[in-house]
């Protein structure tokens, strides 16, 4: 972390946090209101296996605008159909982001296996504007996007979804509501215990 952000001040650049998530049909359990004595059942339909994987990514720099970026992909649970995110996701991800931040790119993730690929070493090595930091191993409470999902999945507690393509756009829809919410991405940050410093004059 504070390797990642001593760089960041050098090139400067965004210091970016990705992680991955994933949703099926059957929701978080939730608490909700009742009459004493009478527990209210949900119906779910448990059918099929298909998900809603999820790619978030949360860019902050300092003075700036927090950003949230994110990719969905939707699993349907038909045959050769892509069960999750791929490398060419995350690539597309990563020129999506550096293509808005117009800025340098220091990213911290974990060491998931298409994080650390034969060909994401490739991309990573191509463009110079991309600095890549490494997590140590089961330290999810480092990375301020487990709060993203946190979030996301308190709000799909008790959702009874009828598809999985309803899942998504209910999933995308609330991510999307989190891009215009930057001190809630903020506050995902300070619960890492990570300040960002002001770059020096």
Same mark, same amino acid.
């Given at each position: 972390m ?12 965004w210091?970016?946090?990705?992680d ?6 059957r ?9 004493c ?32 970026f994110f ?15 791929a490398?060419?996701?995350?690539? !597309?991800?990563?020129g999506?982001?550096?293509a ?12 998931? +296996? ?15 504007w991309?600095?890549v ?6 330290t999810?409470?480092l990375?301020?996007t487990?709060g993203?999902w946190? +979030?996301?999945k308190r709000?799909l507690? +008790? ?14 829809? !609330? ?19 990570l ?5 020096p004059p």
């Open positions: 504070v390797a990642g952000q001593m760089t960041a001040r050098a090139l400067g650049a210091v970016c946090f990705e991955e998530a994933g949703q099926s049909l929701p978080p359990k939730a608490s909700t209101w009742s009459r004595g009478m527990t209210p059942v949900v119906p779910v339909s448990g059918k099929g296996s298909g998900r809603v994987s999820m790619a978030g990514l949360i860019a902050a720099r300092p003075g700036l605008r927090t950003r949230l990719r969905i992909r939707v699993y349907h649970g038909r045959k050769r159909e892509p069960k999750g995110l490398e060419a996701d995350y690539i !597309r991800l990563l999506a982001v550096h808005q931040l117009r800025a340098p790119v220091v990213l911290i993730w974990d060491n998931l +296996n298409h994080h650390v690929s034969a060909a994401m070493r490739a991309f990573v090595e191509a463009h110079d991309l600095t930091v490494q997590l140590p191993a089961y999810p409470e990375n301020p487990e993203v946190s +979030n996301l709000g507690g +008790n959702l009874a979804a009828c598809s999985t393509d309803q899942l998504a756009t209910i999933v995308r829809t !609330r991510l999307k509501s989190m891009q215009y919410r930057p001190r809630l991405l903020d506050a995902f940050i300070a619960e890492t215990g300040a960002l410093q002001p770059q």
